[in-house]
Nanobody, 131 residues
Framework: QVQLVESGGGSVQTGGSLRLSCAAS????????MGWFRQRPGKERERIVG????????FYADSVKGRFTIPQDNDKNLIYLQMNSLKPEDTAMYYC????????????????????????WGQGTQVTVSS
């Protein structure tokens, strides 16, 4: 079992920044494919960042590319999501997720974009961006 706990959400104005954290515990060696998802009001949950933790090198969805990054950190059990230049359309509940089993390659990990591809989820943290 892997436990994930997100934190760092809050309310900011357009153009502001937030840093989310995802703390992983338990049998973390059982997975190497993680993702940041978000669910905007009235929308389906979508993956915005894919991360193959074996090698790093995150993959970003077009909607956040250039604004969101995963800073390098030596602690692989603590994944950050740095969000800059926030827009009202970034308002959402943000979730950290991990696959139940490890993937063999980065491509295999990054192809996992559906909610059902991930078996471990955090409780989410709310981000609200006002105009």
């Amino acid at each position: 079992q892997v436990q994930l706990v997100e934190s760092g959400g809050g309310s900011v104005q357009t153009g502001g920044s937030l840093r989310l954290s995802c703390a992983a515990s338990g049998h973390t060696s059982s997975t190497n494919c993680m993702g940041w998802f978000r669910q905007r009001p009235g929308k389906e949950r979508e993956r915005i960042v894919g991360l193959y933790t074996t090698r790093g090198d995150p993959f970003y969805a077009d909607s956040v590319k250039g604004r969101f990054t995963i800073p390098q950190d030596n602690d692989k059990n603590l994944i950050y999501l740095q969000m800059n230049s926030l827009k009202p359309e970034d308002t959402a509940m943000y979730y950290c997720a991990a696959t139940v089993a490890p993937t063999n390659t980065r491509v295999e990990c990054l192809l996992k974009v559906e909610v059902n591809d991930f078996g471990y989820w955090g409780q989410g943290t709310q981000v609200t961006v006002s105009s």
